[in-house]
Structure formats: structure tokens, C-alpha cells
């Protein structure tokens, strides 16, 4: 019903800055709000960002609050996450996932209807 495709990934150097990019397609009309996850190797996927379609209402990971920025495009159906003063602890496939309802809790992955297939990220000098 509704398609992710994720980009924008790439290996940078600590400190360094990389911005994601999230492309919805298919019955993009009924997303509510958009949001990024991050999974690292033997680790639980864990919360980073989200925004909502319409208002464009932010939360953040308090831990990435201030390095990390999410926005939207709406005439381009696209969501993207600008990462700056990136650090090896960063390292992770990052996911890009959507929901067509308003429901809470907004942090964690089992919120989200839609993913997408994930870009990695790799911070290392």
C-alpha cells in the first residue's frame, strides 16, 4: 500500500555529516506521520526520530536531540534525516517507517505500518 525506499547512506568520518533521504510512493495520501530507526549489529532497532505529515510536529531521541534533524517534503512525498557531528556509536542501518493513524506510543517500531529497507551508515576513521 504505501512503498519506502530509503537513501543517502554512505561511510563518513567522525564528526562529519551525512542527510538521509526517505521516498513514499503508493497510497501516500493515508500517512499520518513519518519516522526514523536506527539498528546497530546484536542490537535492539531503536527510536531516532519522527514527524508528523500535516502539522509537522517533531520528536526526538533525547540522546540525538540537537545533532540530528528531521523534515518533510510534502510535494515530493519525501521525509529526510540531516545527521551532523556524527560519531562511531552512530553506526547502524537506519530504517525509514510510516503510520496511517494517530496512535501513541510514537518511539517504538511496533507503531509503524510501513518500512522501508534500510540505508546503512557507517562512521569510522
Known amino acids: 500500500q504505501v512503498q519506502l525506499v530509503e537513501s543517502g547512506g554512505g561511510l563518513v568520518q567522525p564528526g562529519g555529516s551525512l542527510r538521509l533521504s526517505c521516498a513514499a510512493s503508493g497510497r501516500t495520501f493515508s500517512i499520518y506521520r513519518m519516522g526514523w530507526f536506527r539498528q546497530a549489529p546484536g542490537k535492539e532497532r531503536e527510536f531516532v526520530a519522527t514527524i508528523t505529515w500535516t502539522g509537522g510536529s517533531t520528536t526526538y531521541a533525547d540522546s540525538l536531540k540537537g545533532r540530528f534533524t528531521i523534515s518533510r517534503d510534502n510535494a515530493k512525498n519525501t521525509v529526510y534525516l540531516q545527521m551532523n557531528s556524527l560519531k562511531p556509536e552512530d553506526t547502524a542501518v537506519y530504517f525509514c517507517?510510516?503510520?496511517?493513524?494517530?496512535?501513541?506510543?510514537?518511539?517504538?517500531?511496533?507503531?509503524?505500518?510501513?518500512w522501508g529497507q534500510g540505508t546503512q551508515v557507517t562512521v569510522s576513521s
Open positions: 517507517a510510516a503510520r496511517a493513524t494517530s496512535v501513541r506510543p510514537v518511539a517504538v517500531a511496533a507503531s509503524y505500518d510501513f
